[in-house]
């Protein structure tokens, strides 16, 4: 619809007319007053947003109408045409910008526009006075406010639908307050709004040049859905009103006579080009993208990506975009993609929503950015129904597989920013591995783990194509927080790396409920390096048989632990994991980790942590290394000891320290770290040859009797601190700090170090224990070659 060819100059409000026509006087709101104030006063740069702000207010009035036009047409009377006329008068020195959108009552112009000050308001003034403001004003949008920029007089004419008086008000800029009065034209707007804008001087110079105004226009209303159309003469004068036409140099027939050749005055679309999610991608341009992007999501930073594409929903058809942006907000889990602001839907090209249920868009993706129009949605029904539409349902899975595309498809073209995407968002991939069982197949492609394989991370993929043959578990070990130096060194993997398998490092806690979540991949099992069931699958006839011969000859030992360990230990089993260490503590069928046991508890501190006891309360198994001599001297002794009962004694008192000191090396804790210490504190009394019996001389000096005389008056002066011991104090503490935080950064001190363990308490068994011998893995068989897809 066009904007007619009426000349607009017979419908102007002069001043005269105001100025006789009476009215109400108002005071503004505090804040408002002193708004208008700094605008005048200190925001002379960045003028030009009054376009914009005037602009897309009228945008918003239209969208509103063309919003209540689909269900109640009736709206549409008083003004059938949907738009937005510009006109710059040079005479007055005024510019007036009207739309027939959905217009104010009187009341409403008074709340509208002189006593409701915005949320924020206060803040932006402070944060003005401050003296930041140039940065600010572009955040904080002044809105209606930013007329006073340029102008020094503004005069609002607005009628609503079903008003049948028509209203104006009225301000100076750095006034205290407005008038409203019954418009003396009478209902001339029929339907909408008319601004007129009496410029300053300066502003009047710049402004009132056509073509700065018309490029000004098209910059500021890319993306307003409503025609724009600008007069095309500055003055509204008849007689200067024509403008000259330059004929076209081999114009053969001449109509008319040079001198009166000109154009009538029109008005003009300047908005012409459609909006940008209904061109062609190819037509559009990654700025242009972005800057839709950072207007409509309100966001100060360019998107990371984005896709933009036409689907059909059933019987209807819609055109999308969604945005990857630049992070993943840190409270996106506990936010919902409404309160995040990720969600725009369009009906034919009309704001419709911002909230379609709370389950839109999952809670993992509630941070990605979604712009959808639909071509048609029954919108005479409840938000309710809208939102159990099936073509909403199409839409959502239509949406959901073109952002894992978009994922997928970065990764594929540019590792690089994959990666860095990774780190910031992986979390969010992962919650939808765990939480999104429909597109888990999907998601879990996505995501990358550490890996002993490889410097980056790597895909699962990838991991499937490096498997060896036989191979059909993925190994991976857990310790949420630590780094892939610290995991490398637990005896877990010992074995595996050094046959030259990878292993997955488990570094984040979300990890392993992911892997719980997915228990296999290309055929591979997952398998927690820590918990029984690692296989090879390369295991030949004659491995077999040497791992029943060492079962049966270490099944005395193997009793002997069952019954002595009862309490603690549901298996022990001979195991062909452990390379150098002597044996270790793995998590029963139904029990946890020593990572998930450090998770919960750092969880929960209360001792009623029930997870974490009854985690604690299950049995675990005790894996023996049956090549190590520390093993191999303890079932000599088992058979040794028969029923000698201080031999018996001694085997119980080296078996309760190993378990333990297995415990701690395989993330566990002890169940009494007291009890822990008097057991190691007399192997270390044998080893040195001190009594067992032998206690510290204690000499107590009792206090002198009851003071009976009177208190002294004068306090006693306080005792001299001996500096040296105090400076010991300090280095002590601060070397504890030190290893508190190497511990914390999960550096090596986090898995207990065996060999110097051992040192310490070696010396205290040498008489149960024959020396270690240091190097065991001369018959470590390699792993066989990487299997050929
Ligand atoms: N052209 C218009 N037609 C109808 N109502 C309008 C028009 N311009 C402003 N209003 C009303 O006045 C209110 C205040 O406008 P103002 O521009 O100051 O702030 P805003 O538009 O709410 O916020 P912002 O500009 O930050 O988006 C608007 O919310 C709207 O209700």
């Known amino acids: 619809a066009g904007a007619g060819d009426a000349a607009p100059q017979a419908t102007f409000l002069s001043p005269e007319q105001l100025a006789t026509a009476g009215g109400e006087s108002y005071t503004y709101q505090s804040d408002i007053a002193r708004l208008m104030r700094v605008v005048v006063s200190h925001l002379y740069h960045d003028r030009d947003v009054f376009v914009r702000e005037l602009l897309s207010n009228a945008n918003d009035a239209l969208e509103k109408v063309r919003l209540i036009a689909l269900t109640d047409p009736s709206i549409l009377e008083p003004a059938e045409q949907l738009n937005v006329t510009v006109l710059a008068d040079k005479d007055s020195g005024r510019i007036v910008i009207r739309d027939s959108g959905i217009g104010m009552s009187k009341e409403q112009l008074a709340a509208n526009l002189g006593t409701i000050a915005r949320s924020g308001t206060s803040e932006f003034l402070e944060n003005l006075e401050k003296g930041d403001g140039g940065n600010l004003i572009g955040q904080f949008g002044l809105g209606f406010y930013s007329s006073f920029l340029v102008a020094d007089r503004v005069t609002v004419a607005s009628k609503t639908a079903d008003d049948v008086e028509q209203w104006v008000f009225e301000s100076e800029a750095n006034a205290d307050g407005f008038k409203i009065v019954k418009d003396p034209r009478g209902p001339t707007l029929g339907r909408g709004t008319e601004i007129t804008l009496y410029l300053k001087p300066d502003a009047a110079d710049e402004y009132l040049d056509l073509p700065k105004l018309r490029s000004l226009i098209q910059k500021h209303a890319e993306y307003n859905a409503a025609p724009i159309y600008l007069w095309t003469s500055a003055s509204l004068d008849p007689s200067v009103n024509a403008v000259p036409v330059v004929e076209a140099e081999d114009d053969e027939i001449k109509v008319e006579d040079e001198a009166t050749a000109v154009e009538q005055p029109k008005w003009d679309l300047v908005n012409d080009r459609p909006p940008l999610w209904m061109r062609d991608s190819k037509d559009v341009t990654e700025e242009e993208y972005e800057n839709f992007y950072m207007t409509t999501f309100d966001s100060p930073d360019a998107p990371l990506a984005w896709a933009h594409f036409k689907g059909d929903a059933g019987s209807t058809s819609f055109r999308a975009l969604v945005y990857i942006p630049s992070a993943l907000p840190n409270d996106f889990y506990s936010k919902d993609y409404i309160s995040l602001n990720s969600l725009k839907l369009f009906v034919k090209r009309v704001f419709i929503t911002s909230d379609l249920g709370p389950n839109y868009l999952e809670r993992h993706m509630n941070w990605i950015k979604v712009f959808i129009d639909v071509d048609d949605l029954p919108l005479n029904v409840g938000r309710d129904s809208l939102q159990k539409t099936k073509a909403l349902a199409q839409i959502k899975k239509n949406l959901q597989k073109r952002v894992y595309d978009l994922f997928a498809q970065i990764a594929s073209q540019d590792p690089t920013k994959y990666a860095e995407l990774y780190e910031k968002a992986g979390v969010a991939l ?58 490398e060194k637990s005896p877990f993997v010992e074995r595996i790396l050094a046959r030259g398998y990878e292993v997955l490092y488990f570094t984040d806690p979300i990890d392993e409920m992911v892997i719980n979540s997915v228990p296999t991949y290309g055929g591979l099992r997952f398998q927690d390096v820590a918990k029984d069931g690692v296989k090879f699958g390369d295991e030949d006839d004659d491995e077999k048989k040497e791992e029943e011969d060492l079962k049966s000859t270490f099944a005395p030992l193997v009793g002997y632990l069952k019954k002595e360990l009862a309490e603690f230990v549901d298996k022990v089993t001979i195991s062909t994991r452990l390379t150098t260490s002597p044996c270790l503590v793995t998590a029963g069928t139904y029990g946890y980790s020593g990572n998930m046991e450090r998770l919960l508890a750092a969880q929960n501190q209360g001792s009623d942590n029930f997870m974490l006891n009854f985690a604690r309360m299950q049995k675990k198994n005790f894996e023996l290394n049956p090549k190590h001599p520390l093993i191999e001297r303890l079932l000599e002794k088992v058979d040794e000891a028969g029923d000698d009962e201080d031999a018996l004694a001694e085997l119980k008192e080296s078996v309760s320290v190993l378990w333990q000191t297995a415990l701690l090396k395989s993330s566990y804790q002890v169940p009494d770290p007291n009890s822990y210490f008097s057991l190691v504190e007399s192997m270390l009394r044998k080893s040195l040859g001190v009594s067992q019996t032998a206690q510290a001389e204690v000499d107590v000096k009792p206090a002198p009797p009851v003071e009976t005389g009177p208190p002294p008056s004068e306090p006693p002066p306080p005792p001299s601190f001996d500096e040296d011991f105090l400076a010991k104090d300090e280095a002590l503490r601060h070397e504890q700090e030190e290893a508190e935080e190497a511990f914390e950064k999960g550096s090596e001190h986090k898995w207990v170090d065996w060999s110097s363990v051992k040192e310490k308490i070696g010396e205290g068994i040498k008489d149960t224990v024959k020396a270690a011998v240091p190097d065991l893995d001369t018959d470590v068989p390699n792993a066989p070659v990487h299997e050929e897809l």
């Open 430 to 487: 992962k919650v939808g591995v765990v939480e999104d069982a429909k597109n888990r197949d999907r998601i879990v492609k996505l995501l990358r783990f550490t890996t002993s394989a490889q410097e980056n991370s790597t895909s699962l993929d990838e991991v499937v194509a490096r498997r060896k043959q036989g191979q059909t578990q993925i190994y991976y070990i857990a310790g949420a927080g630590q780094k892939k130096e610290s995991l």
